[in-house]
């Protein structure tokens, strides 16, 4: 998963930041490939502790491209699936988006 800033333990459905003007992209990756651990992180993830869970790889960057052998994966987008070319591409424009947020 890439998201814009790093998210923390939260409603999975909220992706909560400590601050949203960061300037990086959170990485998450992981760790395990079986079935099991998948399953493990997914119901950590429904309870809202995906963020840190040990199965899950995490860091930052203010770019990352991500290169596969398929041709087209499948590519989840914002919770959109969609068949997407490789390379992705990731970028963070810093104080690009205007927010209008109560004092």
Do not use: H
């Not at 997914?42 to 860091?59: C, D, K, P, V, Y």
């Not at 290169?67 to 997407?84: A, H, N």
Request: proline share 7%.
């Amino acid at each position: 998963m890439v998201s814009n800033n790093v998210c923390r333990d939260s409603d999975p459905f909220l992706l909560e930041r400590e601050r949203m003007d960061g300037g990086t992209l959170g990485v998450y990756v992981a760790r395990g490939s079986g079935p099991v651990s998948l399953l493990d992180l997914g119901l950590q993830a429904a309870m809202g502790r995906w963020a840190s869970n040990e199965a899950l790889s995490r860091g930052t960057s203010p770019w990352l491209e991500v290169r596969t052998s398929q041709r087209k994966p499948l590519v989840s987008v914002d919770g959109e699936v969609e068949k997407m070319k490789s390379p992705f591409r990731f970028n963070i424009l810093p104080g690009a988006l205007a927010m209008l947020v109560p004092k």
